[in-house]
């Protein structure tokens, strides 16, 4: 299986409001994926969809079909559960729990009925190994999250997505409130991850879409303009839009 | 040309500026002075009781004899003797009652509380929980009065009869249980509305967190909503013990009035220092009377007690630390 995702015909409303236009993508496995695109163009909607968060808006309806590993996840009884499972996401805010560091990344795993305090430990530390933290938290794993910095929190933020063994990473502007030298880190460690996971990406910077991608797609209001190869897009682009988005002549 | 209107310039700004920062200094003047007096207030209160209530252990109390302050704080009787004539007045075992009626009033309304705001802030349907809301802030804004009308009315008869049913003749309901049920009731809605708005503010980003992780609605409202509302909710709980604490009108309706304890039976008839001060108040005089001021020191004591070991465990638990 080349493809985990496959996205067919989706469009997806807000009330009357239509956020997304007959998308179609399909996303490889193990490769990281970037969604560029101005701010409105529903880069974050679409990426919810992939892990079903658009169904808590009430407003939400969605058409088409999303299949994760061939299974369409928007079938009825659907187990959506597992689905986050195995589709874990990382927000744009840094959003750790105000417990523990070791709490934060046990917080999952628990939720899935672990109880063995061995087990747990194994993969709270696995997991912020993973996520190039562990180094930095080991002496304070009983701290409260809240009391590391900004990109240290993403970082566990990751850390407590892996520690559900997901197969696909989604992460939402993961680095935009982070300043320049976190962000170093952040890309380092997609760059690291992407062995193990497939990852999706919405970012607003096109550097990094270009630094750390190996596809991008290019939304512009709610229409999927382009999709390709990274090095396609930002060297030759087929569409004309997409060469005045790259090229900075709007958005 | 040029440079005179600069210098024109920066005169009227700095007139602006002289302007601002003396209105600036009223407005603080103005708040020094309302806190000093609302400050003052408090500390003239705390003083006259003071006064008064440390008069029957400083004076021979017109010959009857000082009133020693050991077994005051240790008796098990409120007054061996006959009243204006002894000086053996005891609050110990009031004190106890006291504390023990606060504690399991909120172990009835805590839980109870936390619930129905959890409930409120993210389960009910919106309409639904805006109604509840409503009904909540109504039911803290009824006057204790009515808690203990309702109390001797409707609890005192539940309790007589539940009494019974285990073969228990209780004083027409009048009991540890009875006070505990009214203060229960009394305090929820404060519990609850305060736990609910600090469940409310809790971040929407932590909620999706969690749910994203694969966590059930359920899970999340337990394991995560819960503990980031904590502090608001153990604040809910400070608030909820100093009105079990400091009740009076409603608790001297159901307590039963006892004059020796403590009372630890959930049958028994019970007193608390609240009640104590307000049995009889009006009608007597002297030692009887002014040793009812010393009561209200105790009371003052034991919320400050009470507050200042709650705060200290709040300041544990708020702090991650701890788990
Ligand atoms: N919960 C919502 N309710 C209504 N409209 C929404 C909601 N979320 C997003 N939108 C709208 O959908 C469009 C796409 O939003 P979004 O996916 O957040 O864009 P992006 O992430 O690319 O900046 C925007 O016009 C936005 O106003
Ligand atoms: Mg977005």
Avoid at chain 2, 78 to 100: D, P, R
Avoid at chain 2, 172 to 199: C, H, K, Q, R, Y
Avoid at chain 2, 274 to 301: A, H, Q
Wanted: hydrophobic share 45%.
């Amino acid at each position: 299986m080349k493809n985990i995702l496959k996205i067919m015909n989706l469009n997806l409303y807000y009330d009357e409001f239509q956020a997304l236009k007959d998308i179609n993508i399909d996303i490889e496995n193990n490769k990281v994926t970037a969604l560029i695109g101005p701010s409105g163009c529903g880069k974050s909607t679409f990426l919810k969809c992939l892990n079903r968060m658009n169904d808590l808006i009430e407003i939400c309806s969605i058409f088409g079909e999303i299949e994760y590993k061939e299974e369409n996840i928007y079938k009825p009884n659907y187990d959506v559960i597992n689905l986050r499972t195995k589709v874990g996401m990382v927000f744009q805010k840094p959003n750790p729990f105000p417990m523990s560091i070791f709490d934060n990344v046990a917080y999952g795993p628990r939720c899935q009925g672990i109880k063995e305090k061995k087990r747990l430990e194994e993969i709270v530390i696995s997991s912020l190994k993973s996520a190039a933290l562990y180094e930095e938290v080991k002496d304070r794993m009983k701290k409260s999250a809240l009391s590391l910095s900004g990109g240290q929190q993403q970082r566990l933020c990751i850390a407590r997505a892996i520690a559900m063994e997901p197969e696909v990473i989604l992460m939402d502007e993961p680095t935009s409130s982070l300043d320049p030298i976190a962000t170093l880190r952040i890309e380092e460690l997609i760059n690291e991850l992407k062995k193990k996971y497939t990852i999706i990406i919405v970012t607003h910077s096109m550097q990094q879409a270009a630094r750390i991608s190996d596809n991008t797609a290019f939304f512009l209001m709610g229409e999927l303009i382009e999709f390709n190869k990274t090095d396609k897009i930002f060297t030759t682009p087929l569409q004309q839009k997409t060469e005045d988005y790259i090229t900075g002549r709007f958005g | 040309m040029n440079s005179i209107k600069h210098k024109g310039d920066s005169i009227i700004l700095t007139q602006k500026k002289n302007k601002k920062e003396i209105i600036d200094s009223v407005v603080r003047l103005l708040f020094l002075i309302t806190t000093i007096l609302s400050a003052s207030f408090i500390i003239l209160i705390i003083i006259f009781i003071s006064i008064k209530g440390i008069v029957p252990f400083v004076t021979d109390n017109n010959g009857i004899g000082r009133v020693d302050i050991i077994t005051f704080l240790t008796g098990r009787v409120w007054l061996t003797g006959t009243a204006f004539q002894s000086n053996l007045y005891s609050v110990g075992f009031i004190i106890i009652n006291t504390l023990y009626i606060a504690f399991l009033a909120l172990m009835i309304s805590m839980p109870i509380g936390v619930l129905t705001a959890l409930f409120i802030a993210k389960v009910a349907p919106k309409k639904i929980a805006e109604f509840l809301r409503t009904v909540v802030e109504l039911l803290a804004s009824i006057p204790s009065i009515v808690y203990g009308l309702f109390g001797s009315g409707v609890i005192l008869v539940f309790v007589y009869n539940l009494a019974e049913a285990f073969n228990i003749q209780s004083k027409g309901g009048n009991s540890v249980m009875a006070t505990v049920l009214v203060l229960a009731l009394m305090t929820l809605p404060t519990i609850t509305a305060i736990s609910e708005v600090s469940i409310r503010s809790v971040g929407k980003d932590i909620e999706l967190g969690s749910l994203a992780l694969g966590a059930t609605k359920t899970q999340t409202n337990f394991k995560v909503i819960l503990t980031s509302a904590k502090s608001g909710i153990f604040a809910s709980a400070i608030l909820g013990i100093g009105r079990a604490l400091g009740e009076a009108t409603a608790v001297s309706l159901v307590a039963g009035n006892a004059k020796s304890g403590p009372s630890l039976g959930i049958f028994d008839i019970t007193s608390t220092l609240t009640s104590t001060m307000l049995e009889g108040l009006k009608e007597t005089t002297g030692i009887d009377y002014d040793i009812r001021f010393s009561v209200g020191i105790i009371l003052m004591i034991v919320i400050l007690i009470t507050n200042l070991i709650l705060n200290f465990i709040k300041r544990k638990v708020g702090n991650v630390d701890v788990k």
